[in-house]
C-alpha cells in the first residue's frame, strides 16, 4: 500500500473518532474522552506518517 494511502487512511480514522467525541460528549463523557485520545493519536499518527 502506497504510504501516502496508509496517511489519508489514519486522517480519515482521527476524523470518524473526532465524530465519535462530539456525539457522545454529552452522554458518556468518559468514552468520549477515550475516543478522543485514539483520535489524537490517529491523527498525529498521519501527521508523522505523511512526514516521514
Request: aromatic residues 10%; hydrophobic residues 65%.
Amino acid at each position: 500500500m502506497n504510504s501516502g494511502v496508509v496517511g489519508v487512511l489514519l486522517l480519515a480514522l482521527g476524523g470518524f473518532l473526532v465524530g465519535g467525541v462530539y456525539s457522545t460528549w454529552k452522554t458518556a463523557k468518559v468514552m468520549a474522552a477515550v475516543l478522543g485520545v485514539a483520535a489524537l493519536l490517529a491523527i498525529g499518527g498521519a501527521i508523522f506518517w505523511l512526514a516521514s
